[in-house]
Structure formats: C-alpha cells, structure tokens
C-alpha cells in the first residue's frame, strides 16, 4: 500500500505521438511508454540493480495496478466533487507559487543577504516623507527637497544638524538621524542597499522607499558579531519616575550584584529579585540576538562579554538595570544552513517587489503583451474627482467599452473589463489627482490579468507542473478509495476481520515461550532486596500518597469534604484492582484519654464508606494508632486537630511499583518485567535453561535474576493478542480482492516487446 501511494505522486499524462509506443493497455486507456520510463527512472533511476527484469516486472505491475485504482475513481466521478476540487485547489495554488516568481533573481537575491549579513553598518539618515501612493508631484517635491540636502551636506554642513532639522523620522530630534549598527534584512531593501554600497564617510544619492526619500551617511562598517545568548536580572527604572524610585532601583541592582559577585545561585537571584516577568522564571534567559535587535546600551555591553558565564557590571536603559550574564555566541551559520529560512525571509521582505517586477517584466515578453496606446490615453481621460471619493462610475452604453485596450497571447482585455475593475477596486482617497490614482488602477489591471493568465496556463506551459498537479490529483483519489475500500473498512468490519482470522489461524501462531520474571539490577545488593522484596506482592506506593482526612474533636462522623475526597480515592481503587488500602486512625492526646476507642470508630467510618462504594472489603485493612507521638508533644488546639485524622497507605502489587521504591537513588537501579517471553525477546531469558527455576547471570555489566514460571508449548494465538498484525493483513486481503475485481473489469495487456527495451542485465 505505501509503494502504491508513492506512485501517486509520480503519474503523469502525456500527449502521444505517433513515436510514442505502448507499453502496457488497462481496458482500453493506453500506458505510453515515455510515461511509464518518466515514473520509473523518478522513482528508481538512480538505485543500484534498477534496470533488472525482475525490478522493472515488479514496478510495471504495481503501476498498473494503481492506474486500475485511478481509472476506478475517475469512473465514478470522485474527482468531480466540490470537495475534491476544494482540496485540489488548494494544492495548486501552493504547487503555482515557485513557478510565479523569478527563480535566477530570487537565488541572487539570497546569495547578497547572506554575503551582507557577514557585515554591519553604522548609517545616519534624513527622511523626507512621502504618502502612500503619492501624487508625481509630490514626489518630485520631496525628491527635490532632499537633492538640495545632500548639496548643502556635501559642501559641509553637519549632517547630524540637518537631520535634526529637516528630518521627519520622529527620532531624529533625539539621536541626530543616527541609528547605529545594522545587517541586511533589518531594514527595507532599498535602504539597506544604498547603505551597503555607499563607502565609508559617503552620503548617499536620494533613496526611495516607502516612507519616503532618504539620504544615508555611512559612518562605519565593521565585521558581523554574530548572535548572543544572554540571561539577565532586571530592576525597572523607567525614565520619568520620582528620583527616590529611581535612587532606591540604584541601590537594590547594586545590591544583588554584590549577591552575583559572591557566586549565588544566579536561577534563584532571577527568580528572586528580577521584574522582567517574561524570563525570571527561566533563569532570566533571553532569546537569541544579533545586532540592531535589542537596545544599544544593552547590545554593547552583552557582545563585550568574552566567555560563557561572564558577568557584566549593572547597565541602565530606559527599561530599568540590568546585570547581563553571558549564555552562549554563535557566528554566522554555513549558507547551506540558511539558504531556506533566507528564502522564506525574502518572500515576505520588500526584496519581494524586485522579484515580482522582474516576473512580471518577463512573462509580458512571454505571453506577447500588446498595448493599444490610443484606447489606454482615451480610457484614461475620463478620470474625475469622483474617483477619489470612490464614486466613480462609467456609462455602460459607451460603445468604446469593447475596444481592445491590450491582449495576452492575443486575449482581449477591454476597456469595459478595466472599467468594471476600477469600479469595483476605488477607494476614498484623501491626496494626489484622480488621473493619477486611475492610473495606479491601470497598472494594478494589468499585472493582476499578466499573474491570472500565467497562473491558468501554468499546466500547458511547464510540463513538470502539469505533472505535479496530475500527482496530487491522483493522491487524493487514490487517499479517498483505499480509505473506503481497505483501511477504513478493515477497522470497521469486525466480523469480516475475524473471518479473514479465522480462515488464516496458521499465520498467528506462538512458538515455544518462557512465563518469567526477569530483574535486572545495577549491582548485586539491590538485586538481593528485589529478591526478598518479590514474593511479598504488596509494595508501598509512595508517589501520590493520598492524604490525610480530618475530624471534629470527640467525632467519627465524616465531614462534607471528606467525602468528596474519598469519592476519588474510591474512583482510583475502582480503576486499578492491584491496589489495597490501609487506613489508619488517630487521634489527639484528650480523645485517647477519654473513653471509647475514636482512632478504631474513624478508620472503621472510612472503611464501611469505600465497601458501599464497591471496593471489595479483602483490598481494604483498618487499624487503630492512637495517640500519636506528636499528639503527645504539640498540645495545641493546631496540634491536636492534626491528630484528629484518618491517615492512608496505599500498596500495590505492581512490580513497577517495586522498581521504583528501589530506584530512589537511582532511576536505572533496578527495572522488573513479568510475561510471556518469545526467544530472542529476552537476552537474559534466552541466557538460561527454560526449565521451570530460578538463575543468576550477567551481561553488560548488571546482574540478573530470572524466574522460570512456566514453558509454555506452541500455541495458536488470539485475535486480540494480534489485532493489529492481523488488521494490517486483512487491509492487504482486501486490497488484493479489490484488485482482481478492477483487473477482471479492465483486463491489463503488457507489451512486453516495450518491457524488454528497459531491461539492462
């Protein structure tokens, strides 16, 4: 069944030609032979001995047998569903993402980020900024604006003053435009492109982005640092707060440095004293951080420190103090290591707009775009304002609304189809002209028919995604039939599985087996205490002990509460039966004085509640303890309620239990199993006679004990004993059924004329 949904994924359809032979016919739907060769060599071409008669034999008749399957789900219209097509689609539009883009110029793309990222910058800007979608001639303006910058920086006025004046970047008023060191993918590609290729010292051409235009001084560019890993304990000190707050947050970081510096435990100082909220709990760890992605003064002091565990002095920021203890640094990880989380970046990162402008660029010249210049002036005219308040509307009567306004592979696209679009794409806009924003609509036309018309004929256009869709198609008929006619049906179908078990009991049978039990120990005196301890078959559960029950002074009577408590005590006996219970009665110094027997009535209460409940009396013991020594010593009302109890003491039977009241010390010490052994399941076991005994061994350093119960001869298994190997063989049953049912109802001819072409022995 696996190799059937692997070759689900490799069918394809080809056009035949007169050249193309046949090699195989399933009823009357042929199976070229260049198909069959494309689905072979994907799957086996490059395996050692994949040209042997036997090999080819072999996978010739598993594809029939799958196309028999396809041919079977297309016959009954399963891929005509809404459903199918939903599910298909979906897959499309994921499979059409690589071949919508500009492979060569992504690949560069990737490359230069990884080749930047080996470097940072240290760069200084003015922003002159610009709306969405501005008006030509605001854009001319600002542009304009900051020519007339660069000039007056380059005659040498302070670029830092000019920044402070002119600059619209908020924080500019503040750091003087700077802002400090960055690598690539950190700032918008347009900016960083002009960072990187702009020489130390330099300022910057006008740059555009989509904030508007910069203009970038490089100051300084040095090696990459890399990434930290840091953990820290922080003290808020916000900028603003009262100077005693701010004072007294001083004096506390200082304080717990001392702390630092004397080797306290640095987890329990975090989780003490630290107020980041998001790490004190986990050691004040941070996550990884490369330059430009925390604040400076934090950034500085936490790439300075040299070696794991080092302790920098307490830092300010404008969130508080910090004291920073180094974790851990990493240099720039291998290319190959990068490549797909750098591609990943790239599709969402403003790199993205020079691919798709190359992409579109390229299927114009492919699909044959043609503009009609004279249609495309004319529709462009009938602009109005009413197009920036999204009311803009067109006479449908117009008889220029068939003209051609441009063709794809000579498809028409008509003025009416742009008008309807823009129509339907308008949205109030608050700047630049109606022909202007008629125009950005034109241009969005256009590239949204290019991406339409290149996505629905991506089939007849790259044959290998033609295929790839043919897979998927394939797949999920295939999914849907093997599910109703095998796996599903195999689960359902009780009777017919115990039938197919039936029919088939020589299959499941034992082979000669050992009831043992096998302990092994990690020396041999916690080998001796399992021994001793194993014949009791009652172990103390010392893990979710359940606990105490109170009572009033001079009462035996179970309070609310207590039966709550004992309702789940009940539920956790009536849901393992190799557990017992003792229940044990208390009481304090004065009730043990006086008359009657409290500690005896108690127990006894807890006891008769757990038997109504249906726990059977055998798994149940009450004792009487008394007075207690603490009931003795505490003789107050606190200490005396404590002794005004039922207390418990769970056992089981369970050898785990066992096991892990030995492994106290050790998880390892001792591990226990009881069962049915098969040969070769049990190195011990097979170790030793299978005689009824008990033997000693060793092996690979622990020791040994193995009880010999009983040898038990060969035995039919059952079917719950096999379920699963029996399932998975009644699926197989099914499926070949199912086969000489398609194969009778389209019989399947080989050309073995063809067969032998690819026999190379």
């Known amino acids: 069944m696996a190799a059937a949904l692997l070759l689900a994924g490799c069918t394809t359809t080809r056009k035949n030609d007169k050249q193309d032979p046949i090699i195989a016919t399933i009823g009357s739907q042929p199976i070229y032979t260049s198909e069959f060769q ?280 404008p969130y508080g103090w910090h004291i920073i203890k180094l974790v851990d640094k990493q240099g720039l990880p291998p290319f190959e290591e990068m490549e797909q989380s750098l591609r990943n970046k790239i599709a969402k990162d403003s790199r993205s707009e020079l691919n798709k402008a190359a992409f579109l660029k390229r299927i114009k010249t492919e699909n044959n775009f043609t503009e009609n210049a004279a249609a495309k002036t004319a529709a462009l005219n009938q602009a109005s304002d009413e197009l920036l308040q999204a009311k803009w509307d067109f006479d449908g009567a117009d008889k220029t609304l068939k003209t051609t306004l441009f063709t794809i592979q000579g498809k028409p696209y008509t003025v009416g189809d742009f008008y309807a679009f823009a129509k339907a794409e308008q949205r109030p806009r608050t700047t630049g002209t109606a022909a202007h924003y008629l125009n950005m609509l034109y241009d969005t036309y256009v590239n949204k028919s290019l991406l339409e018309y290149e996505r629905a004929n991506l089939e007849s256009k790259h044959p290998d995604f033609r295929m790839l869709v043919k897979e998927y198609h394939d797949g999920i008929l295939l999914f849907q039939l093997m599910d109703e006619k095998v796996w599903s049906k195999a689960v359902e179908d009780t009777v017919g599985l115990q039938r197919y078990f039936e029919q088939n009991r020589d299959k499941y049978q034992w082979g000669q087996r050992a009831q043992a039990t096998v302990i092994s120990a990690a020396n041999k005196e916690l080998l001796t205490q399992a021994q001793e ?41 009536q849901n393992n039966p190799g557990l017992s219970l003792e229940v044990n009665g208390h009481a304090d110094a004065r009730e043990a004085a006086g008359k009657g027997n409290l500690s005896a009535e108690r127990s006894r209460q807890v006891v008769a509640y757990l038997t109504e409940r249906g726990i059977p009396a055998a798994r149940l013991s009450a004792t009487s303890l008394g007075k207690t020594r603490q009931a003795a010593s505490d003789n107050t009302e606190t200490g005396r309620r404590r002794n005004r109890r039922v207390s418990f003491t769970l056992y089981s039977s369970d050898l785990n239990v066992l096991a892990e009241n030995l492994n106290a010390g050790n998880p390892l010490g001792v591990q226990i199993s009881e069962k049915k052994f098969q040969k070769g399941e049990n190195k011990a076991v097979d170790a030793v006679k299978w005689e009824k005994g008990t033997y000693t061994t060793e092996l690979n350093g622990r020791q040994y004990l193995v009880i010999v119960h009983d040898v038990l001869a060969p035995a039919p298994k059952q079917l719950s004993e096999v379920r699963g190997q029996a399932t998975a063989d009644y699926q197989n049953y099914l499926d070949e059924q199912w086969v000489s049912q398609l194969q009778q109802k389209h019989p399947v001819s080989i050309n073995q004329a063809e067969v032998e072409k690819f026999i190379k022995e």
Not at 72 to 100: I, M, N
């Open 38 to 317: 494309y689905v072979y060599e994907k799957n086996n071409g490059g395996n050692e001995g994949a040209y042997t008669r036997q090999s080819v034999t072999e996978y010739l008749d598993l594809y029939t047998k799958f196309k028999l399957k396809v041919m079977e789900g297309e016959s009954r219209g399963l891929d005509t569903t809404v459903a199918f097509r939903k599910e298909l689609e979906g897959y499309k539009e994921q499979l059409a993402q690589p071949y919508l883009t500009d492979k060569s110029v992504t690949d560069k793309l990737v490359q230069e980020a990884y080749e930047r990222l080996k470097q940072e910058v240290n760069a200084s800007h003015i922003l002159i900024g610009l709306p969405a979608d501005p008006d030509p001639q605001d854009t001319l303006a600002a542009y304009n604006q900051v020519l007339e910058l660069r000039k007056r920086v380059t005659s040498g006025e302070s670029f830092e003053k000019l920044a402070r004046e002119f600059s619209q970047d908020p924080s500019a008023a503040e750091n003087g435009g700077n802002l400090g060191f960055f690598t690539a993918m950190q700032m918008v590609y347009p900016f960083e492109d002009a960072a990187y290729t702009t020489e130390v010292g330099q300022v910057s051409e006008p740059v555009r982005t989509r904030f508007g235009y910069h203009l970038i001084k490089v100051n300084d560019k040095r090696q990459a640092q890399g990434e930290v890993k840091v953990a820290h304990i922080m003290v808020r000190s916000t900028p603003g707060m009262p100077k005693a707050d701010s004072l007294a947050a001083k004096q506390r970081i200082d304080a717990i440095y001392k702390r630092v510096q004397r080797n306290e435990n640095w987890e329990k100082l975090t989780a003490e004293f630290s107020e980041d909220a998001n790490s004190a709990a986990n050691g004040g760890e941070l996550p990884w951080f490369g330059t430009g992605r925390m604040i400076p003064s934090f950034e500085e002091v936490a790439f300075s420190l040299k070696k794991e565990g080092d302790i920098a002095q307490p830092v300010h920021t």
């Open 533 to 573: 301890q194993l014949g009791k078959r009652r172990y103390e559960v010392r893990a979710s002990k359940p606990a105490d029950l109170l009572f009033e002074s001079g009462k035996a009577v179970l309070a609310k509460d207590a039966t709550a408590k004992l309702n789940e005590l009940a539920q956790r006996l």
